[in-house]
């Protein structure tokens, strides 16, 4: 028992002896636990090289390639345009740089200058392969630890493709790319070329760009001519060209209280630079670059600068044409933006690029075209309004093909061009009231379906805001059930607003954005931006004058350019740009716009357009504050975009017409001079034409005929299969006395009635700030007022319903009934009396119809003919007017016509 007791596993461990564990098996232990870690780390290091070599193929390889010869071609790039007659490219100017830059030979430059700059900025330059891997570790260590010290990793080659691409972010995506750029950019280039592009490249203050402008500016003398001094000087001022530019004038404050110039901060490091070239080894001697002896004299000369005031602009001489038209410097523009896009480089790079590479642009301008806009714009006669202030009005237009998206002309403001780089009011984006409206209510809407040409809205306030009536139209009057194309005719805003309203605001806004290339933001998405044109920022001429073009192009849109291709020295295509195209909107959309801003310039807002011999669309733009004027306008070869204001001050236009049209017409005419008349294009199917009724806009009735104002019937076309099935809604008959020019009354004589039509709707009531009603002062279209064929203010008018008062009260005229026959005074139906019942109650009022005042018969006054009847007074006159003066004689005349 005892032995199977000492057996039990229990017990077990305290009797048995523990077993040695032999050092050989802890060295295995040891050695497999590291071979795990290292297995691991080596597997964690290979993917994450996997993945380092990924990002390297696909993000940084297409952008690495950087070529010399892009740089230092000292080419200038020629600008092309198309000869309309025979088709050939023909050049019309050179493209000069604003740089003020003299690219030279290395050879032709002092060693002196390469010297210094190897010395003081990458003293291991001829040894390493582009990249100083002790520098950067050194300079990566200083970042991690949190140092301030000032300690650069860049070689010199590193810094030469910085400035070629531009690329200066602190960040690591940009120095990855940068190393990788260095050692594959010194395989291709020896370290003579290197020096020669950083020399060219580098700023060296007061608009000097480049060691020869440098030496020219600093010391009146060629790059090759400078001393060891003179050329450390010039190198000091690379490091911080504010601070060591030996001829600012100027004055810095220590942290100590004293103070300090740039020329002694340049001395200062010019004499460091000179230390270092006597230490530093030249690879060709294995001898420094300077003695000692010669170091301390360099240090000692004087140097002389120049007395040159300004910067170096007046150093750098070009060829032919300095300044550049509108259209060139805009194009320059363009193809900079498109080529650092397309390359990956900065748009300083692409600049160079441009100024520099020999590149064959061939542009969209037509010369005809553009010169007609420079001459009508240079004439500051042409459009001779001043602001309250005296400044000139200015203005830019952009001229474009419709049927290409080609810009053939462009003027960005008033006046002669006298220099380079100033504002381009053509390109920037303002204000354009009105104008928007054919782009993002009315061509949105029809192509949405969501309205017709049929359609009307009320031409009466839509709601209150701000406890005031909105919108506001210009002039401020509401004239009823209007046509769209009436709205778009007149640029009726409360049209524009039902309009969008009928769309809504997410597809106006996608159609705008997406099918017309409009640069509007999402707070732009709203009715009042949409429909009347107060956006965040604003449009272009060019946006606008490229979206109108669609109307002419049968819904086609075209994306703007100014030029198709850009080709290097060698012919080879660095540019295509053939922009986009796509169905904006249905041809029958297109066909109904270009007919309703047609009806604008024939006879709507933007009659002063009108030129003979031509056709021609558009719309006017107002802001609310008249602080812009715009015009679009186009024919079936060209569309012109003008807008006009004060773009530094924003006063108030006081003008008479509107100016954007004063710029627009002689510079469309003259362009148009010899051009063949014609229309715009019509679909050849897909329309069709329906009778409505003018006010409803849907099928007419016998009452829509038999309107009090003459029949309502109009023939509309319409896009095939959208025409309206439905009868007229709002028309009703009613019987009219024609004598009393009313709604018959039972006074009236059945020889005096007729049964004509008139509307019938209920309206919001409005109330101005002095408490008139919107609806009394509301007319139709040919200004007859509403109390004319408005059932409700018909009844109104001769007392048949109140009148509600801004107050919420109710008030009916001094008369009541017609006016021609036997009108009556205000009775109240349930209380005759006046609501007092009593006769002996001093507040009481009798009926007139009991002549005995309430008390009866004995209350009666005695016959004083003893019942002979007494013939009255003969009856006066018929009133020709119907009881309403000058105006029921006009409404008299209006009916009496036929």
Same mark, same amino acid.
């Given at each position: 028992?005892?032995?199977?007791?000492?057996?039990?596993?229990? /017990?077990?461990?305290?009797?048995?002896?523990?077993? !040695?564990?032999?050092?050989?098996?802890?060295?295995?232990?040891?050695?497999?636990?590291?071979?795990?870690?290292?297995?691991?780390?080596?597997?964690?290091?290979?993917?994450?090289?996997?993945?380092?070599?990924?990002?390297?193929?696909?993000?940084?390889?297409?952008?690495?390639?950087?070529?010399?010869?892009?740089?230092?071609?000292?080419?200038?790039?020629?600008?092309?345009?198309?000869?309309?007659?025979?088709?050939?490219?023909?050049?019309?100017?050179?493209?000069?740089?604003?740089?003020?830059?003299?690219?030279?030979?290395?050879?032709?430059?002092?060693?002196?200058?390469?010297?210094?700059?190897?010395?003081?900025?990458?003293?291991? #330059?001829?040894?390493?392969?582009?990249?100083?891997?002790?520098?950067?570790?050194?300079?990566?260590?200083?970042?991690?630890?949190?140092?301030?010290?000032?300690?650069?990793?860049?070689?010199?080659?590193?810094?030469?493709?910085?400035?070629?691409?531009?690329?200066?972010?602190?960040?690591?995506?940009?120095?990855?790319?940068?190393?990788?750029?260095?050692?594959?950019?010194?395989?291709?280039?020896? !370290?003579?070329?290197?020096?020669?592009?950083?020399?060219?490249? +580098?700023?060296?203050?007061?608009?000097?760009?480049?060691?020869?402008?440098?030496?020219?500016?600093?010391?009146?003398?060629?790059?090759?001519?400078?001393?060891?001094?003179?050329?450390?000087?010039?190198?000091?001022?690379?490091?911080?060209?504010?601070?060591?530019?030996?001829?600012?004038?100027?004055?810095?404050?220590?942290?100590?209280?004293?103070?300090?110039?740039?020329?002694?901060?340049?001395?200062?490091?010019?004499?460091?630079?000179?230390? !270092?070239?006597?230490?530093?080894?030249?690879?060709?001697?294995?001898?420094?670059?300077?003695?000692?002896?010669?170091?301390?004299?360099?240090?000692?000369?004087?140097?002389?600068?120049?007395?040159?005031?300004?910067?170096?602009?007046?150093?750098?001489?070009?060829?032919?044409?300095?300044?550049?038209?509108?259209?060139?410097?805009?194009?320059?523009?363009?193809?900079?933006?498109?080529?650092?896009?397309?390359?990956?480089?900065?748009?300083?790079?692409?600049?160079?690029?441009?100024?520099?590479?020999?590149?064959?642009?061939?542009?969209?301008?037509?010369?005809?075209?553009?010169?007609?806009?420079?001459?009508?714009?240079?004439?500051?006669?042409?459009?001779?309004?001043?602001?309250?202030?005296?400044?000139?009005?200015?203005?830019?237009?952009?001229?474009?093909?419709?049927?290409? /998206?080609?810009?053939?002309?462009?003027?960005?403001?008033? /006046?002669?061009?006298?220099?380079?780089?100033?504002?381009?009011?053509?390109?920037?984006?303002?204000?354009?009231?009105?104008?928007?409206?054919?782009?993002?209510?009315?061509?949105?809407?029809?192509?949405?379906?969501?309205?017709?040409?049929?359609?009307?809205?009320?031409?009466?306030?839509?709601?209150?805001?701000?406890?005031?009536?909105?919108?506001?139209?210009?002039?401020?009057?509401?004239?009823?059930?209007?046509?769209?194309?009436?709205?778009?005719?007149?640029?009726?805003?409360?049209?524009?607003?039902?309009?969008?309203?009928?769309?809504?605001?997410?597809?106006?806004?996608?159609?705008?954005?997406?099918?017309?290339?409009?640069?509007?933001?999402?707070?732009?998405?709203?009715?009042?931006?949409?429909?009347? /044109?107060?956006?965040?920022?604003?449009?272009?001429?060019?946006?606008?004058?490229?979206?109108?073009?669609?109307?002419?192009?049968?819904?086609?849109?075209?994306?703007?350019?100014?030029?198709?291709?850009?080709?290097?020295?060698?012919?080879?295509?660095?540019?295509?740009?053939?922009?986009?195209?796509?169905?904006?909107?249905?041809?029958?959309?297109?066909?109904?716009?270009?007919?309703?801003?047609?009806?604008?310039?024939?006879?709507?807002?933007?009659?002063?357009?009108?030129?003979?011999?031509?056709?021609?669309?558009?719309?006017?733009?107002?802001?609310?504050?008249?602080?812009?004027?715009?015009?679009?306008?186009?024919?079936?070869?060209?569309?012109?975009?003008?807008?006009?204001?004060?773009?530094?001050?924003?006063? !108030? +236009?006081?003008?008479?017409?509107?100016?954007?049209?004063?710029?627009?017409?002689?510079?469309?005419?003259?362009?148009?001079?010899?051009?063949?008349?014609?229309?715009?294009?019509?679909?050849?199917?897909?329309?069709?034409?329906?009778?409505?009724?003018?006010?409803?806009?849907?099928?007419?009735?016998?009452?829509?005929?038999?309107?009090?104002?003459?029949?309502?019937?109009?023939?509309?076309?319409?896009?095939?299969?959208?025409?309206?099935?439905?009868?007229?809604?709002?028309?009703?008959?009613?019987?009219?006395?024609?004598?009393?020019?009313?709604?018959?009354?039972?006074?009236?004589?059945?020889?005096?009635?007729?049964?004509?039509?008139?509307?019938?709707?209920?309206?919001?009531?409005?109330?101005?700030?002095?408490?008139?009603?919107?609806?009394? +002062?509301?007319?139709?279209?040919?200004?007859?007022?509403?109390?004319?064929?408005?059932?409700?203010?018909?009844?109104?008018?001769?007392?048949?319903?109140?009148?509600?008062?801004?107050?919420?009260?109710?008030?009916?005229?001094?008369?009541?009934?017609?006016?021609?026959?036997?009108?009556?005074?205000?009775?109240?139906?349930?209380?005759?009396?006046?609501?007092?019942?009593?006769?002996?109650?001093?507040?009481?009022?009798?009926?007139?119809?009991?002549?005995?005042?309430? #008390?009866?018969?004995?209350?009666?006054?005695?016959?004083?003919?003893?019942?002979?009847?007494?013939?009255?007074?003969?009856?006066?006159?018929?009133?020709?007017?119907?009881?309403?003066?000058?105006?029921?004689?006009?409404?008299?005349?209006?009916?009496?016509?036929?």
């Amino acid at each position: 028992m005892e032995e199977r007791r000492n057996t039990h596993p229990q /017990g077990a461990d305290h009797s048995r002896k523990r077993r !040695k564990v032999r050092p050989g098996h802890v060295a295995g232990g040891v050695v497999m636990t590291v071979f795990t870690l290292v297995l691991i780390g080596v597997c964690t290091t290979l993917m994450l090289l996997g993945i380092f070599m990924k990002y390297v193929n696909t993000s940084l390889l297409p952008t690495l390639e950087v070529r010399a010869e892009d740089y230092t071609m000292s080419q200038s790039s020629v600008v092309y345009y198309q000869d309309k007659e025979s088709g050939q490219w023909v050049e019309f100017q050179k493209v000069h740089g604003q740089e003020n830059r003299v690219l030279i030979d290395i050879d032709d430059m002092s060693p002196y200058l390469w010297q210094a700059a190897v010395s003081i900025e990458d003293e291991r #330059f001829f040894s390493h392969h582009g990249v100083d891997w002790k520098r950067t570790l050194g300079a990566t260590l200083l970042t991690l630890t949190g140092s301030n010290d000032s300690y650069g990793g860049s070689t010199i080659t590193q810094q030469m493709l910085k400035n070629m691409t531009g690329e200066n972010q602190n960040t690591i995506n940009r120095k990855v790319k940068e190393i990788f750029r260095a050692l594959e950019f010194e395989k291709n280039n020896t !370290k003579s070329q290197i020096l020669e592009l950083y020399l060219n490249m +580098i700023y060296l203050g007061s608009g000097c760009g480049g060691v020869e402008t440098a030496a020219e500016y600093y010391f009146g003398k060629s790059a090759k001519d400078l001393t060891a001094a003179e050329s450390a000087c010039i190198i000091a001022i690379t490091n911080n060209p504010s601070l060591y530019n030996p001829k600012y004038e100027r004055t810095y404050t220590r942290k100590d209280g004293t103070t300090v110039t740039p020329r002694q901060l340049n001395k200062k490091r010019q004499e460091l630079i000179l230390d !270092k070239m006597s230490k530093v080894i030249n690879p060709d001697t294995g001898k420094p670059y300077l003695t000692k002896e010669e170091c301390e004299a360099a240090k000692a000369e004087p140097l002389n600068f120049t007395d040159t005031s300004g910067d170096a602009s007046e150093l750098v001489k070009t060829d032919g044409i300095e300044i550049n038209n509108w259209f060139v410097e805009q194009l320059i523009k363009d193809v900079t933006t498109d080529l650092a896009q397309a390359k990956s480089i900065s748009y300083e790079a692409a600049q160079r690029l441009v100024n520099n590479s020999g590149y064959q642009i061939y542009c969209t301008m037509d010369p005809d075209i553009q010169k007609i806009a420079e001459d009508v714009y240079a004439d500051l006669s042409n459009l001779n309004v001043h602001s309250a202030k005296g400044h000139q009005l200015q203005s830019g237009i952009t001229i474009m093909d419709p049927y290409t /998206g080609n810009i053939v002309g462009m003027v960005g403001a008033m /006046g002669p061009k006298t220099q380079n780089l100033v504002d381009n009011y053509a390109v920037q984006k303002h204000q354009v009231g009105s104008s928007i409206k054919p782009l993002t209510v009315y061509s949105a809407a029809l192509d949405a379906g969501a309205v017709t040409p049929a359609t009307t809205f009320d031409n009466y306030p839509v709601e209150l805001m701000n406890n005031s009536p909105w919108p506001k139209n210009s002039p401020n009057t509401y004239t009823g059930w209007t046509m769209i194309g009436e709205g778009v005719r007149r640029s009726i805003n409360t049209i524009a607003v039902q309009t969008v309203e009928a769309l809504g605001v997410v597809d106006s806004y996608a159609y705008a954005t997406e099918k017309l290339g409009l640069s509007l933001v999402p707070e732009d998405m709203a009715v009042s931006p949409l429909a009347m /044109g107060g956006l965040t920022y604003g449009l272009s001429t060019v946006e606008m004058a490229a979206a109108f073009s669609a109307f002419a192009n049968s819904g086609v849109y075209n994306s703007p350019k100014m030029y198709t291709e850009v080709r290097d020295s060698n012919g080879e295509t660095v540019l295509k740009n053939e922009g986009e195209t796509h169905v904006a909107m249905k041809e029958t959309t297109a066909y109904f716009m270009n007919q309703m801003l047609t009806s604008v310039v024939n006879a709507g807002t933007g009659t002063s357009a009108k030129f003979s011999g031509m056709t021609i669309a558009g719309k006017t733009g107002t802001t609310d504050n008249s602080k812009t004027r715009y015009f679009v306008g186009y024919t079936p070869y060209y569309c012109a975009a003008v807008w006009t204001g004060y773009p530094k001050t924003n006063e !108030k +236009i006081s003008a008479s017409g509107n100016p954007a049209i004063t710029m627009w017409k002689p510079v469309m005419q003259k362009i148009h001079e010899h051009l063949e008349n014609k229309s715009f294009a019509k679909p050849a199917s897909g329309l069709e034409q329906v009778t409505v009724c003018a006010d409803s806009g849907l099928l007419c009735t016998d009452a829509c005929r038999s309107d009090i104002r003459g029949s309502r019937a109009v023939q509309v076309t319409v896009a095939a299969g959208t025409a309206p099935t439905e009868s007229c809604n709002l028309h009703t008959f009613v019987d009219y006395c024609t004598e009393g020019k009313c709604v018959a009354t039972d006074s009236c004589p059945s020889s005096a009635v007729k049964q004509v039509g008139v509307l019938d709707f209920e309206r919001t009531e409005y109330f101005k700030a002095d408490g008139t009603r919107y609806a009394s +002062i509301a007319t139709d279209s040919a200004k007859n007022p509403d109390k004319m064929f408005h059932l409700i203010e018909m009844k109104r008018a001769i007392g048949l319903e109140p009148t509600p008062t801004a107050s919420g009260g109710e008030t009916y005229p001094e008369v009541i009934g017609c006016p021609a026959h036997a009108g009556m005074t205000p009775v109240d139906p349930d209380h005759p009396g006046g609501g007092v019942d009593d006769p002996n109650d001093p507040n009481y009022s009798p009926s007139v119809d009991d002549p005995s005042g309430g #008390f009866g018969d004995a209350n009666l006054p005695e016959d004083p003919t003893g019942g002979i009847v007494i013939p009255s007074e003969p009856p006066a006159p018929e009133d020709p007017s119907g009881g309403f003066g000058d105006a029921g004689m006009w409404a008299a005349n209006l009916f009496n016509r036929n």
